[in-house]
């Protein structure tokens, strides 16, 4: 059963469920490719996720429980199937149950024999010992994971990664604390985001991200994760890293890798923003900033097969089930990260109008195939984010005993015969020689098969892959490096002798991880897994090789393996480190970036600063390398002090004002003072005004006394002034000129940065500017920006962030309730989150005119509320004049028909819902609320007082999302006291501002009438 062409048939024809020839007759796809049935039901049933083991078996995870279980009382009906294709017409024929009675099983991955499956609050270990094709042994490897998330939203996609460890996503769910029954020694790890566990000794980390349902990795080694508005994000850092330095903050570990994503949605979150797609079919999307873009992406997969043309290997691919259809992206380095945009513009991969079709998960098979899983069924939304009024007329369960697996290939691509000999049963020799084989799955399935074996022999088999070049060579290419640099080293070898070498180099490294390991001794699986015939001198030689190789891959990944196991490359002489810096692969850079500084003191470089110094210069711009450098500065060591100073002393070529801004801010919270790292006559140049205005913000923001040196000041504020003011100036640089007028006098000050708060200027320079008014001593500023000649200039938006800024600071609270009470500017400035939050502020003055202001009846008994506002249901809305009652008391938190805010839960599926439902919500928010949406109060050590949504945390930092979207990391260090309520953000009494008709208007044009 074989597509060759897509037929774009009406999808109105798909209303009830098709048969697959149906189906694949209507798909349309990428002109060249064949696309195949491999299985339906009954041999499959809600496929969610496959894998092959060495035999090159067949697994397929069921989710066939999905959305909420087989119902009260009856047993768990999730399973792992085993298909086989009997007579090899590449059809599967035979069906095995490998395993059942689980209850939302969504990942598997092969490993010792059999497989491990992620089924919360468990991750298993399912094998077959005596050869009936049933699992008899069942291990709980792992325990604790969160099952308080959707159904298809908890820990899935155990994926081997290329440094040994098997990584997992968190799907949306909670902090859990995690561990293993097999080692009730150990203390529960608090995992809550991405993870990754050592299958030997099941010891596990987090590792930045938060995949909802889908993981990859490329060639290289770099981890990519989606979420349902971003289909393709890249870890870049994991937290550890940005951990070694408490005075660096840095809230965002992940890259949203889309460039052309849809932005005109504010803030900076990531579900706010999504990449266009082209759907073929009819579904609805219940979002209306969703239309026509990614709402549920899933199982990100980058290709590296060798089944489809040449041109899709290392495309990026993603599913979106809502849209029937698999979406395809080509991928670009940008620094240490990618940018990725549409393969064929306005046209999809893969797209069906079946309403049915809903791929969730997608693989590369051994036969080099991209295989698509098809979930097949009428609903694919789960219950709980669908408003209850819809859940009751909602269809969940049709489909249930159906699925479908496709396979996708170019069109002339020939099957592989079924009777090549299966890796399982290859010698070591031959899984070495698989390591160079063009499709991902063998090298990676020889890999694993060589660490789960311990062969003796085999750290030295592996290590003749770096044989050549010789000493004599290596010496030459060190020459080389310092007199042509990179251009003019030799090519190593052909394509498949690059896999070969990189593969060989990491299992050398995953051997010698586990050899150093100091608890290897009671792994569940293997209980030995000591490394027969290991030398430390063989991986020290291979990555000596390799860092001098001319594959920028293989130079990548010998950084990024000394840098995770905190090795020195010995025999390689400092005056060759900044060759390093200047590697023409920026990732190369990256890694080496990350880790040149993370030795001891007698072990480290003595060019270090010159070394990091050459990396801030050529590569300070991008924020991944700035933190790779900044993060590992040893702060007991005043390294940022000792850096600023070697930098201060080039003559040419500063490095770049972003960088001197994130590194004044480590300077600062390093020092605690104004650090003297330049002389007093210096020139007022952008990088050392950036620098100061770091310096000063991180003294600010941990509650230090900020004094800067008289004789200078008046030459600094002066050129800040005029870089504030020069459009000719990039963004970066005025910025810094910008946040270093808070240290000048007020009348200077607000001279320079009035004029800023245009609607021509760019938002984060207008943002920039209101913080550094509002940080001035006095009220002068605020009083100004009150006026009701300057307020009726502000541009809506930076109206939002004057009212959050003023609200954060006590000082100017009292200068914004006088504003209000004297009529200056309207009451209706404040929402009804920012009256109540006046209205219990801690200051007790204000508490008592804020109540005094917005005096209003108690709320009293919501639910008798809600039977009194009922009465409204009578009345005619017009939902026209309901958009004026929504922007002033909805939009500053939610968003409808592309006007507001992403603060509060986007009101999708709002029109969905019965008018009795909404005004409930309204009158009674308490009722039911999306949980993560608590008010958090953060109390700063400067004075301030923050309210919003917890968004982001690292070890150093906590993020917040204020009212209008605007988002502020505030380092640990600078908070008193942190409060995370416990009822909805959205206040009570929200009715009682409006009249009755005003509240009908609202719930008509809520309902889209």
Known sequence: MVALAGIALSSHAFESPSSPDQVLAAFQHDPGLSVELVAAEPLVFQPCAVTWDAEGHLFVAENRGYPTGPGPGQPPVGTIARLDDADGDGHMDRRTVFADGLTFPNGLTPWNGGLIVTCAPDVLFLKDTDGDGRADERVVLLTGFDTNSTTQLRVSHPTLGPDGWIYLTSGLTRASKITSPKHPERPAVEIGADARFNPFTLEIEPVGGRGQFGQTFDDAGNRLQCMNRVHIQHTVIAPRYVARNP???????????????????????????AARLYPISDN?????????????????????????????????????????????????????????????????????????????????????????CDMYRKTIEHPEYLPVEVRKRTDFTSGRDMGRIWRVTGKNTKRQTPNTKPLARASTRELIHALGHQNAWHRETAQRLLIQRQVPKLPSQLAKQFKSPGEADLKQRI??????????????????????????????????????????????????????????????????????????????????????????????????????????????????????????????????????????????????MRAAILSGLKS????????????????????????????????????????????????????????????????????????????????????????????????????????????????????ALLPVLVATEPAELQVAAVRSLLGLPGDTAATELLT?????????????????????????????????????????????????????????????????????????????????????LSLTGNPVNGRKPFATHCASCHRLDREGHNVGPDLFGIRNQPKESILLHIVHPNYEF????????????????????????????????????IEETIPRSGINKLTVGQVSLMPEGLETAMSQQELADLLACLKGE
């Open 247 to 273: 005075n660096y903050a840095l809230a965002e570990t992940v890259q949203n890798v889309p460039e052309a994503m849809v932005t005109d949605l504010i803030g900076g979150a990531n579900q706010n923003f």
């Open 284 to 372: 609805l999307t219940t979002a209306d900033s969703h239309v026509g873009t990614f709402t549920a992406a899933c199982a990100v997969h980058i290709y590296r097969g060798d089944a489809l043309p040449a041109e899709y290997r290392g495309d990026a691919f993603a599913c979106d089930p809502t849209a029937n259809l698999v979406h395809r992206d080509k991928l670009t380095q940008v620094g240490p990260t990618f940018a990725s945009r549409m393969a064929n513009e306005g046209r999809e991969f893969l797209a069906s109008p079946d309403n049915w079709f809903r791929p969730v998960f997608l693989a590369t098979g051994p036969d080099g195939a991209l295989y698509v």
């Open 479 to 624: 020459k080389i490096l310092h007199t042509e640099s990179w251009l003019g080293l030799p090519n190593d070898s052909k394509h498949t002798d690059t896999f070969q070498r990189l593969h060989a180099l990491r299992t050398l490294a995953i051997l010698a991880a586990n050899e150093r390991s100091a608890d290897l001794r009671s792994g569940v699986i293997q209980t030995d897994i000591n490394v027969p015939g290991w030398r430390p001198a063989l991986l020290d030689q291979a990555l000596r090789k390799s860092v001098l190789a001319s594959d920028p891959v293989l130079r990548e990944n010998a950084w990024r393996i000394l840098t995770e196991q905190q090795r020195n490359v010995p025999g390689l002489p400092e005056a060759l480190f900044p060759v390093f810096a200047a590697d023409p692969n920026p990732r190369a850079r990256f890694w080496f970036a990350l880790g040149f500084n993370q030795g001891t003191r007698e072990s480290r470089a003595n060019n270090w600063a010159e070394v990091l110094g050459g990396l801030a210069v050529s590569d300070g711009t991008n924020r991944w």
């Open 636 to 751: 007991h060591e005043q390294q940022a002090l000792q850096l600023a100073r070697h930098l201060t002393q080039r003559k040419t070529d500063p490095a770049p004002v972003e960088f001197w801004t994130d590194l004044g801010r480590v300077l600062g919270a390093e020092t605690g003072t104004v650090p003297q790292f330049f002389a007093m006559d210096s020139p007022p140049s952008p990088w050392l005004i950036a620098a100061l205005d770091g310096v000063t913000e991180a003294l600010r923001s941990r509650g230090k006394t900020v004094a800067l040196p008289a004789e200078l000041l008046p030459r600094f504020t002066t050129e800040a002034a005029c870089l504030a003011a020069s459009v000719a100036e990039p963004v970066a640089t005025r910025k810094a000129g910008i946040g270093f007028l808070v240290n000048a006098e007020s009348s200077q000050a607000s001279a």
């Open 788 to 872: 009701p000649a300057r307020w009726t200039s502000l541009p809506p938006n930076t109206r939002g962030v004057v009212v959050s800024s003023l609200l954060a600071q006590p000082r100017h609270v009292r200068s914004l309730l006088t504003a209000v009470e004297t009529k200056q500017i309207p009451e209706n400035v404040l929402n009804r989150t920012q009256r109540e939050a006046l209205r219990k502020h801690s200051d007790a003055a204000i508490r008592e005119r804020a109540q005094l202001l917005f005096a209003a009846a108690e709320t009293g008994d919501r639910m008798k509320a809600y039977e009194k506002a009922r009465a409204v």
């Open 930 to 965: 999306v949980s993560g949406f608590n008010a958090c109060t953060v109390e700063c050590k400067d004075g301030r007082e923050l309210t919003g949504l917890i968004i982001g945390e690292s070890p150093a930092s906590v993020t917040l999302r204020k009212a209008q979207g």
